[in-house]
């Protein structure tokens, strides 16, 4: 479970850390200014958790109103989801209503590969360039295919892991 960080606009009070949207409540209740008024806005930060978690952070945008939902994701999802969602969103731009939407159902094409190299040798070997003879394989240019492929997929590092992806 991630650990999250309420800080408030109001700069004579002082923030505090929570894990789940009931510690937030219980504590946002009783967080006062100097005045003694409730503070009623705050910025929110991803402060600890696993790395996928924060890539997925950052793409979500956290705000009093979605770190509920981005918990509920970080709970339910699985690590392709959150990879896809990091990607779509952080990346392409796409919208997403976490009430409605399905990350699985988003538009992208996301391959683990070290380089956009690796990722055209792997469509040479899957056929993607149709029956290669042996005696031709030597002959390929993955470098030239790999900068034709950088017209459509880029490389995005999440959670030590690297990918490319198209976004469609």
């Not at 789940?20 to 409540?25: G, H, K, L, Q, S």
């Not at 696993?50 to 997925?56: K, P, Q, S, V, Y």
């Not at 392709?80 to 919208?95: L, N, P, S, T």
């Not at 295919?145 to 992806?165: F, K, S, T």
Request: hydrophobic share 40%; net charge negative; with cysteine.
């Amino acid at each position: 479970m991630p650990t999250l960080y309420a800080l408030p606009y109001d700069i004579s009070v002082t923030g505090f850390y929570f894990e789940d949207a009931e510690d937030y409540a219980i504590k946002a209740k009783v967080c006062r200014n100097d005045f003694g008024c409730v503070v009623e806005e705050f910025e929110i930060h991803f402060i600890d958790g696993e790395e996928i978690d924060c890539a997925l952070a950052k793409a979500w945008g956290l705000y009093q109103s979605s770190f509920q939902q981005y918990l509920d994701a970080v709970d339910t999802w699985e690590g392709h989801q959150k990879r896809r969602y990091i990607v779509a969103v952080g990346e392409c731009g796409y919208d997403f209503d976490p009430d409605n939407d399905d990350p699985d159902l988003f538009d992208v094409d996301l391959y683990e590969v070290d380089s956009l190299k690796e990722l055209a040798e792997r469509f040479v070997d899957d056929g993607l360039f149709g029956e290669i003879p042996d005696r031709f394989a030597c002959y390929i240019d993955y470098h030239a295919i790999a900068r034709d492929l950088a017209c459509d997929y880029a490389m995005i590092d999440i959670a030590g892991e690297r990918y490319a992806y198209r976004c469609a």
